[in-house]
């Protein structure tokens, strides 16, 4: 029961694993879009990251959508630089498994993309995605403009109205701007386009969001 506490539980500045200066190293390329995988980006694209349980099949989520022009798994909103896959999953960083969308908003709005993003998990279960527990499994959207904010802010409170007429609990998604992006390993990377037959633990609620439904 200790271990699995501990892994629930935001690490502190203090007990937070240490980190490192140097950065992952990854591919040139999105293996499924074929696209970059890192910035800079052309200046009529913007940027989304979510957070939604297990980063391989989340990724996978957005790379289908139209309108999407590179995606990328890596870890945010912790204390630890650079950390590795080990260290997140130790519950040492306090970074969740989160997923950069780089999009062309004249193709698919951001609205579309929260849509997505509430569909694709149970935002209600606090360090969790179903039977993956830790603090890197929990539900957030991580916000590059306060337009973003707002519309994440406004969508919550629509889908929370539905969860309840669904006999859900309480949404526990954090709403916050933006925090470090740290790529994740090379491996994990679109994943489930290297592995489609790989693991992926996502599961939505089976609830509608009604927004993003016109673009």
């Known amino acids: ?34 696209t970059k995988l890192k910035g800079p980006w052309p200046a009529h694209l913007q940027i989304a990251m979510f957070g939604l349980g297990c980063f391989w099949g989340a990724e996978r989520k957005f790379w289908v959508c139209d309108g999407v ?22 519950g040492g960083t306090g970074h969740n498994e989160v997923v950069q969308v780089v999009y062309d908003p004249q193709i698919i709005s951001y609205e579309a993309l929260l849509t997505v993003f509430w569909e694709s998990h149970n935002p209600t279960q606090g360090m969790r995605q179903g039977n993956d527990v830790g603090t890197q499994y929990r ?10 904010k707002q519309a994440a802010e406004a969508s919550r409170m629509t889908f929370q109205a539905r969860l309840t007429e669904a006999g859900f609990d309480a949404i526990t998604t954090e709403i916050i701007d933006a925090p470090v992006f740290y790529y994740a390993e090379d491996y994990h990377q679109q994943y489930l386009g290297k592995n489609p037959n790989g693991y992926c633990g996502l599961g939505g609620t089976g609830v509608s969001c009604p927004i993003g439904l016109t673009q």
Do not use: W
């Open 69 to 90: 022009h590179s995606t990328q798994v890596g870890y945010a909103a912790g204390i630890t630089a650079n950390p590795t896959y080990e260290e997140v999953c130790s």
């Open 139 to 148: 539900s957030g959207i991580y916000c590059f403009s306060e337009a973003q």
């Open 1 to 34: 029961m200790f271990g699995l506490r501990k892994k629930t539980e935001m690490p502190t500045a203090e007990t937070a694993l240490p980190g490192r200066d140097m950065q992952m190293p990854v591919p040139e390329s999105h293996f499924v879009l074929g």
